[in-house]
């Protein structure tokens, strides 16, 4: 029973690191730029057409590590949706 407690312990961040692999590939596959963020505007994830579409709206900011103020309205609207219409699909489109 230690081994394969010890075997499973080890073997998770591998696991980890290839679920992020995968999401990575899956993301990349989109056409349209992604963006993947909590509820407080951190980024979780991104592709490669989110991040030049970021760079774009933040020219001045060398690596994109804040959400841009247009693609944040769009997230937040989306949050304030999801208190009125909680048991129905919602799809908010904006072109950016």
Partial sequence: MYTLTNTLEKSAPQVQQLDNGLLQGVLEGFIDGVLILNTQGDLVHSNETARVLCEQLTPN????????????????????????YAHQSVIIDSEI
């Fill in 61 to 84: 900011s060398k690596h994109f590590t804040v959400v841009p103020k247009e693609i944040w309205r769009v997230c937040q609207a989306l949050k304030e949706s999801d208190e009125f």
